[in-house]
């Protein structure tokens, strides 16, 4: 059964305090890890897709980074409105579903 | 013009009634999705159906139905409604099976009394 483990449950920040989130998983036959956010009261918004160990993407304040065992999602001088749970989830290599984390939920003031 | 459109998107209702839950999507996708998102927020596939068919049902109660009338809508239907139903319900859609890009619903907030 896939699995997934993020940590920590809850990140404060002060605005433009860098850090890390983390995703391990275990999950047979990765076919693809992925980063979302969820703002209070709304469905979880798509952020970035990694396939492979070593691949990266970027988008704004966020980096996206994938090792063999686990995710990590870097935030870089993060603001306010960056404030949101962040979910990591996996798909294995079959037609499955997204098995996703319990999250990170995160807190930027200003 | 909404991507993924749930209704309604609160629902109160009293342990023992049956109530449906609405799900539309405008993006042309093959597949679509019910999610339950629990009181710690944790995120739990219900339902898969791809080309109105049912691909995945995970382990639910049978008090739960889903019903695909074409591919652009996916309903659920449950029955005789218990306390621990209680939730956020997401419908979400995905351009196919193996895509794991998915629009999700704003989800509609079921709390039964």
């Known amino acids: 059964e896939d699995q997934v483990t993020q940590s920590p449950e809850a990140l404060r920040l002060q605005e433009g305090e860098s850090s890390s989130l983390n995703c391990s998983y275990t999950?047979?036959?990765?076919?693809?890890l992925f980063w979302y956010r969820q703002d209070p009261g709304k469905g979880p918004e798509f952020l970035f897709t990694l396939y492979s160990a070593g691949e990266e993407k970027e988008k704004e304040r966020l980096k996206a980074t994938l090792t063999k065992k686990e995710s990590f999602l870097h935030i870089t001088a993060p603001k306010p409105e960056d404030s949101a749970t962040y979910l990591c989830a996996v798909k294995n290599s079959g037609y499955s579903t997204l098995t996703f984390g319990k999250g990170t939920m995160l807190l930027v003031s200003p | 013009d909404t991507a993924v459109s749930q209704t309604p998107k609160y629902l109160v209702t009293q342990m023992g009634n049956d109530k449906s839950i609405k799900c539309e999507q405008n993006l042309g996708h093959d597949t679509m999705y019910w999610y339950k998102q629990d009181s710690k927020k944790f995120l739990k596939i219900m339902f898969s159906y791809n080309n109105k068919e049912l691909i995945i049902n995970e382990t639910v109660p049978n008090r739960f139905s889903p019903k695909s009338p074409d591919k652009a809508h996916l309903n659920l239907h449950i029955n005789s409604l218990e306390l621990g139903d209680s939730a956020v319900y997401f419908c979400?859609?995905?351009?196919?099976?193996?895509?794991?890009?998915?629009?999700f619903g704003s989800g509609t907030r079921l709390t039964v009394v």
């Open positions: 979400a859609s995905s351009q196919d099976l193996g895509n794991g890009d998915y629009t």
């Open positions: 999950v047979s036959g990765l076919r693809g």
